[in-house]
């Protein structure tokens, strides 16, 4: 069988061409990187949960509407995607002060918001993925006016889906960061999410202890990294039988 071909190698996850055109396979890594590439880390078995968390909540959020670029999970460490053009915006969609919003804003991290705040950044690893507005999003052709529309809507119906899904197993859905795609098809484009969610992407909080199941354990160097991510796939109800024991995935294609 012929190699494939890699695409596009990015901090957690490599792209590959896929078998059909406008198909793509998504690989996740184990690799752990934080503070713009500046630590970097390997965490065993992380790319099989990350790989199978975004499956579920992918495949939930289409069940309700939400359109985004996956179409199956093919293994432990790959899953098969829609090829689209990534618009080059991070939203992040925030329940309850953290991270760089309670640094910048001097709100203590775990203050609930009045109401949920959207928050752009500008998709670019030199400048560290800048805050920007709306206005630079527009201006800077990054979305159109009505593409910027539809990525607020989504992300908002986004969240509410994922804080009740979040809920009912006992966590706090804190923020997450989202990407979205244009998908091209027949003379039709549409805007879909991409990429991924998990807890490389959300902040996830046990809504008793305040425990934090995401990637804050690596960033602040707390442990337990691996066995966070599996405690959310856990009360997901989709942690592998076996347990961590199954989460060896295929071998790293190069
Ligand atoms: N996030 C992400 N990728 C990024 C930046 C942020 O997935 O490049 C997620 C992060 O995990 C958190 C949310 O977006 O769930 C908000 O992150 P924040 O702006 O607080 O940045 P951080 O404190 O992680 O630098």
Redesign the pocket.
Known sequence: MPRRRKVYEGKAKVLFEGPEPGTLVQYFKDDATAFNNEKHGIITGKGVLNNRISEYIMTRLGEVGVPTHFVRRLNMREQLIREVEIIPV?V?V?NVA????SKRLGIAEGTPLPRSIV?Y?YKSDELG?PLVTEEHVTCFGWASPPELDEMMSLSLRVNDFLYGLFVAVGIRL????IEFGRLYQDEDMRIVLADEISP????LWDIESNEKL??DRF?RDLGGVAEAYQEVARRLGILPEGGPRDLKGPAVMQ
């Open positions: 991070e992040i925030r953290a991270g760089s919003m928050e950044c993925d804190i923020d997450f960061k490389d992407s959300c902040r995401d990637k960033r």
